[in-house]
């Protein structure tokens, strides 16, 4: 399973960063070990949780991936 599924584009408060945000990407969050629901986050703290402060070669697919994704909804 997937830490990270893309909901959709909505306004809410980050359960990591704890900043609202105005008609933004959210994700539901599942632990990796576990698979437990950990919260609703921002598209900035998803980035963080899957990949740190580097920019990966998994980053950029993940991004083209999740551009199709956000292009549906």
């Known amino acids: 399973m997937k830490n990270m599924k893309f ?3 909505d306004s809410k408060q ?8 105005y008609y933004a990407p959210v994700y539901e969050w599942y632990s990796m070990v576990t698979e437990e629901f950990l919260g609703i986050v921002c598209h900035k703290c998803a980035v963080r949780e899957l990949f740190g402060s580097k920019r990966s070669k998994r980053y950029y697919r993940w991004l083209e991936e999740m551009e ?3 292009k549906k909804h």
């Open 14 to 21: 980050c359960d990591c960063c704890g900043k609202y945000k």
């Open 68 to 70: 199709k994704e956000w």
């Open 7 to 9: 909901v959709g584009k």
